[in-house]
């Protein structure tokens, strides 16, 4: 499997620029609690390789996978990349990281 650990200043960065897709694993009421502003919410609960192929093709931004810390992005890479996806890029960090770095937050 493969795996590319992204760092806060990239992924931020990617969502500055606007071409970083962050798809944000966690369950939907972790998400609504607070997360980062631009991401969209795939919970690994229910995790469809397809449904997040169909995203990424509606995007056209590189996706990249983030969680709370970095655990359940590395789940969905393996299971996106079981299901035939080229997909291999998370935010080591996550929102834990991104948190404590004081960096801003949607609820």
Do not use: N
């Not at 995203?55 to 393996?78: K, N, Q, T, W």
């Not at 997909?87 to 960096?103: N, Q, S, T, V």
């Amino acid at each position: 499997m493969k795996v590319v650990d992204l760092d806060r200043q990239t992924v931020k960065q990617g969502l500055a620029e606007g071409s970083l897709l962050l798809i944000d694993v966690r369950e939907d009421h972790e998400f609504a609690r607070g997360h980062i502003p631009g991401s969209v919410s795939h919970p690994l609960s229910t995790f469809d390789p397809q449904a997040v192929k169909a995203l990424i093709e509606a995007d056209g931004r590189r996706p990249v996978f983030s969680c709370a810390s970095g655990v359940r992005s590395i789940h969905a890479l393996a299971a996106a990349q079981q299901a035939g996806l080229d997909l291999h890029e998370h935010y080591a960090g996550a929102f834990k990281d991104w948190y404590a770095a004081g960096e801003p937050i949607e609820a």
